[in-house]
């Protein structure tokens, strides 16, 4: 999963459950993406975290590539992306935020970052919202032949075909048939 999925991911707008309830579970995605922390992040820093949530779920149902580019710049800029090079480790690397940035900034850029390199190199297409029955989970297709439809084909594809096996049975049953 991406930086973005996983945010993005910790709020059901179906069922409005929230996945990301206290800044300690904050830490947990924080930690889990390389951030380092010294603090439990504070409330405030949860509130950042779940509206750059809202704004990176945009991007996943945007209308077209420059709407979705549009919306993740302005992520950037309201993070303080800072792009720069670093040589670590005998190589050079590119790092997008400053190591002393925030630690919902650094995730921010890095999310958009992410998404910004799937929409410029394979375009939309790969963004996905779930299309099973009562899921809105984003996904990021990178299936060869970009025919993912389910956020969890163990889950809600699993459950599609169910329905649509109970459907045809259904219609099979009636008279006549």
């Excluded at 995605?29 to 949530?53: F, N, Q």
């Excluded at 800072?82 to 650094?106: C, K, M, Y």
Aim: charged share 25%; with cysteine.
């Amino acid at each position: 999963m991406t930086w973005a999925e996983d945010l993005v991911n910790t709020y059901n707008v179906v069922r409005g459950k929230e996945k990301l309830p206290d800044s300690a579970t904050l830490a947990e995605l924080l930690v889990t993406h390389g951030i380092r922390i010294t603090d439990v992040p504070s409330g405030k820093e949860l509130e950042k975290a779940r509206t750059l949530r809202t704004a990176l779920r945009e991007v996943f149902g945007a209308p077209d590539e420059e709407t979705a580019v549009a919306l993740l710049n302005r992520v950037l800029a309201a993070h303080g992306a800072l792009p720069h090079f670093t040589n670590h480790d005998g190589e050079w690397h590119l790092h997008v935020t400053d190591p002393e940035a925030p630690p919902v900034d650094q995730y921010a850029v890095n999310a958009a970052m992410g998404l910004l390199g799937v929409i410029t190199t394979t375009g939309m297409s790969r963004l996905h919202v779930c299309d099973g029955n009562r899921c809105e989970e984003v996904f990021v297709d990178v299936s060869r032949n970009q025919s993912r439809r389910y956020c969890s084909p163990q889950i809600c594809g699993n459950r599609a075909s169910a329905a649509a096996h109970r459907a045809r049975r259904k219609l099979d049953a009636r008279p006549g048939s």
